[in-house]
């Protein structure tokens, strides 16, 4: 998510973004492992 280089924080704004962005996306991947093994495991004890 880019945010466009209007305000006057410009680069700051831009940093803080990306910076966001990367947590979501480390958080995002750390809670599809886990689903993604917690509905392996319920298959595999099927």
């Known amino acids: ?22 947590a979501m996306r480390r958080r995002r991947r750390r809670a599809g492992i886990a689903v993604t093994a917690h509905l392996y495991t319920h298959r595999v004890r099927k």
């Open 1 to 22: 998510m880019l945010v466009p280089n209007t305000n006057p924080l410009g680069n700051d704004t831009i940093v803080s973004a990306d910076v966001t962005t990367a």
